[in-house]
């Protein structure tokens, strides 16, 4: 059975940092595009960052220079660092696979950043 686990989320103050974790499991997490997804109170559900199955990142514009997505294939987990943590990176943050038009996603993680 296909699943995606987040870890990592929790409270954090503006400036500081968290580590985002996804373990997945019954899929070929190789060939898979992993993506984090995001969404806050009232909002969409918005990309803030995807790696593709060869290793090549791509970063929504507020989350540029501040995010790192990487993968470990061997592991079957990618990651999302995040640092010079804002207000506004308050939200549910989604792990998403794809491949082929199919999409498995992670029941969320939240992350509350706040003095």
């Known amino acids: 059975q296909e699943q995606l686990v987040e870890s990592g989320g929790g409270l954090a103050q503006p400036g500081g940092s968290l580590r985002l974790s996804c373990a997945a499991s019954?899929?070929?997490?190789?060939?898979?595009?992993m993506g984090w997804y995001r969404q806050a109170p009232g909002k969409q559900r918005e990309l803030v960052a995807a790696?593709?199955?060869?290793?090549?990142?791509n970063y929504a514009d507020s989350v540029k220079g501040r995010f790192t997505i990487s993968r470990d294939n061997a592991n079957s987990t990618v990651h999302l660092q995040m640092n010079s943590l804002k207000p506004e990176d308050t939200a549910v943050y989604y792990c998403?696979?794809?491949?082929?038009?199919?999409?498995?996603w992670g029941q969320g993680t939240q992350v509350t950043v706040s003095s």
């Open positions: 019954g899929i070929r997490f190789a060939i898979h595009a």
């Open positions: 998403n696979a794809a491949w082929l038009g199919v999409q498995y």
């Open positions: 790696i593709t199955r060869d290793g090549i990142s």
